[in-house]
Nanobody, 121 residues
């Protein structure tokens, strides 16, 4: 069993930065693929970024590539720079024992409760 919890959300003006953190516990966490997803009101949950194990290869949605950076040590981070109003959403951290189809929400078995990110223009 893996428990996942996000932190670091908040409100920021366009062009600003935020760093989200994801603390995960459980004996296999360090071997899991970790992903970030987001969901805006009235929209489906969408892939943002993921980082694999053990090679820590990173993957990004086109809309955030070059602005967001995912990294991991004992915690998983999402550094978000040059934020835009369209980045406003609830951001979720997720864990998966799989390494394929990592942009699909159904790949992930464990999810956090989410943290709100609001970007004003």
């Amino acid at each position: 069993q893996v428990q996942v919890a996000e932190s670091g959300g908040g409100a920021v003006q366009a062009g600003g930065s935020l760093r989200l953190s994801c603390a995960a516990s459980g004996r296999a966490f360090s071997t899991y693929t970790m992903g970030w997803f987001r969901q805006a009101p009235g929209k489906e949950r969408e892939f943002v970024a993921a980082i694999s194990w053990p090679s820590s290869v990173t993957y990004y949605a086109g809309s955030v590539k070059g602005r967001f950076t995912i990294s991991r040590d004992n915690t998983v981070y999402l550094q978000m720079n040059s934020l835009k109003p369209e980045d406003t959403a609830v951001y979720y951290c997720a864990a998966s024992p799989r390494s394929m189809e990592i942009s699909r929400p159904s790949t992930y078995d464990y999810w956090g409760q989410g943290t709100q990110v609001t970007v004003s223009s």
